[in-house]
């Protein structure tokens, strides 16, 4: 069995993984979730490996959602992955769920994606990326009306392609238009962003672009639930 990549994601409003083998989907699974990511994530990945039909000594990489998002949600998918290195020569790399969010929509029309995710405490997590998912500018913690103020061209919104959870705080006429917590990073996207990077030399750390309200609980490995 050649070796293949497992992807994971638990950032956001889902737990999710996915295993490519040369770019072939060998399993997928998405679960909508905001809370009980750690208690989920390793019966997740047993299953996607079952589904798969390999074990944990046949992949040759792991790639990981490093934020920003959620504090504990971030830190429970960095925590699995690093735990399944444990004993094995197993690179980790990492992609911003802002990157993995502007791989999983794409637009044939629009001149960039502007991703936007809900940060709370009345602040949206973002970036502006090109079509090829490159960011234009770096990732940005703000107010919905600092967002408004600082996007080019906002008088020609047909330019962008608007993607995420923040979309409704920044343009709140836009509510009814879809339901935006719905978008979510595909597992699959996130795997194939992470095979084009090199591997890295140590563990890839979280990306949270602000302080923690509160020290989050200590979140131990629990990837020896899942058999290699």
Known sequence: MPAAILA??????????????????????MESRERGHAERLAPLVSEALQAANIGVVDLSRIVVTIGPGSFTGVRVGLAFARGLTVGRDLPV????????????????VSEQKVVLIDARRGQVYGQIFDQSNEPRD?????????????????????????????VPLVFPDLVEKEDWRAHQPDPVA???????????????????????????????????????
């Open 93 to 108: 790399v990492g992609i911003t769920t802002l990157q993995a969010l502007a791989a999983t929509y794409s637009s044939q």
């Open 8 to 29: 994971l994601d638990t950032c956001l409003q889902s737990c999710s993984a996915a295993i490519l083998d040369d770019q072939q989907t060998l399993a997928k699974i």
């Open 190 to 228: 996130i795997a194939q962003l992470g095979a084009k990077l090199p591997d890295m030399d140590v563990a890839p750390s979280a990306m949270y672009l602000r302080a923690a309200d509160a020290k989050p609980a200590s979140v131990s490995p629990v990837a020896r639930s899942v058999g290699g």
């Open 138 to 166: 770096a990732a940005f913690v703000l107010s919905p009306d600092e967002v408004r103020n600082s996007l080019p061209d906002l008088d020609k919104l047909a330019k962008h392609q608007l993607i995420g959870s923040g």
